[in-house]
């Protein structure tokens, strides 16, 4: 595909992710893939292609930050797009491929606008025999976490992911874990490399080592009590939560664990305090309703069930995530000069989140994906 040079959104209802109030009957031109003009009153442009827009929410493309990519299925990937994610980031690839392999698939990705962009880690930096997938890489050193962390910059990994995980089935008890100062080496030298660290967590205990060894973010929300005053750490160090609510009601409705509401609790102080946080799903295969590929409703449903606002959970799956990833200047907000990744979706969308759901006009870098009347 093109990019299509002249495009003009015509008449929409504007949700620029940015956290403001929506804007009626505002138009968008578009052109060399980025957005031109936000046009609120006056002459409209000459443009090769105008959409019209009455009736219908333009918002940023949404970002789904916790996926795991199955590379070797690579049309999943287009039907992320398809449905309205213009951007995901792979948290660790859990398959056997090589490291370099996953870097090579990923070029091809980025190399054709039928796919959303791709935010790519690697693979899980855990102990020798630790928890991570089928291989993850394994250190077990200070000289040895440098090299291996040098080699996945080299490789143009976008963030570093590890992990402090006690286990949680037989198949992850009593895995080997890192130690506080291995963490610690990982997170300076990803620091140095500018690149964040995020971890997996699952635990209260294992979060407050992780914070205190230097990551930029906790991959998962944990399911016992976090005190007040390892929030107020959190939110002072910067640190950004993607709290997979959908994770947490599965174990919930499917295996009977205590703790969801406990992480209602814990979110809600998190963000109380001022914390930040995005949208990830933790999707590895679709298994409704908790699981599903494409724009993540469930996850949004449960924050909104939580108590955030319509515009909270669309910021955290635009504006906070594209800045979480180090792509804010790029895309994740509607300003001129950013890239063209928007959505369009039928109904009001501050008054009803079910609209996210009813997308008809799906861009990504300016390329027109998918246009429905």
Not at 243 to 265: E, Q, R, W
Request: hydrophobic share 40%; charged share 25%.
């Amino acid at each position: 595909m093109m990019k299509q040079s002249g495009v003009l959104l015509k008449n929409a209802t504007l949700i620029d992710g940015t956290g403001k109030k929506p804007q009626e009957n505002v138009s968008l031109y578009l052109e060399d893939g980025i957005i031109k003009e936000i046009i609120s009153l006056g002459d409209m442009p000459p443009c090769q292609t105008v959409i019209e827009m009455k009736e219908r929410t333009i918002l940023p493309g949404i970002i789904n930050t916790h996926i795991h990519i199955d590379f070797q299925h690579m049309e999943k990937l287009k039907k992320w797009l398809y449905a309205g994610v213009t951007t995901i980031r792979d948290m660790g690839d859990l398959s056997e491929l090589p490291v370099e392999e996953l870097f090579s698939l990923r070029k091809s990705v980025l190399a054709n606008s039928e796919y959303p962009r791709v935010i790519l880690c690697g693979k899980f930096i855990t102990a020798p025999g630790g928890y991570g997938g089928q291989n993850p890489i394994q250190v077990s050193g200070e000289v040895e976490i440098k090299e291996q962390i040098n080699e996945l910059n080299n490789m143009g990994c976008d963030f570093i992911k590890t992990v402090l995980e006690d286990g949680f089935d037989p198949s992850t008890y009593g895995l080997p874990k890192l130690t506080k100062d291995q963490l610690e080496t990982i997170c300076i030298k990803a620091h140095r490399l500018n690149k964040k660290v995020a971890a997996h967590v699952s635990q209260t205990h294992n979060l407050k080592v992780l914070v205190e060894a230097g990551i930029d973010e906790a991959a998962h929300n944990v399911y016992d009590s976090i005190p007040d005053e390892l929030i107020e750490r959190m939110v002072l160090n910067n640190i950004v939560m993607t709290p997979t609510m959908n994770l947490y009601k599965f174990f919930s409705d499917k295996y009977g664990a205590p703790f969801y509401p406990i992480c209602v609790d814990n979110l809600l102080r998190f963000i109380k305090a001022g914390g930040k946080i995005t949208i990830g799903t933790d999707f590895i295969e679709e298994e409704h309703p908790w699981f599903e590929l494409g724009i993540p409703y469930y996850e949004m449903k449960l924050l909104k069930e939580a108590g955030l606002t319509n515009l909270e959970i669309i910021s955290a799956a635009t504006k906070n995530a594209a800045e979480l990833l180090g792509i804010g200047h790029i895309t994740g907000t509607i300003e001129v000069g950013k890239a063209a990744d928007l959505i369009a979706v039928e109904g009001n969308l501050t008054s009803d989140l079910e609209c996210i759901q009813n997308v008809k006009l799906v861009i990504k870098d300016g390329v027109i994906i998918r246009n429905e009347r």
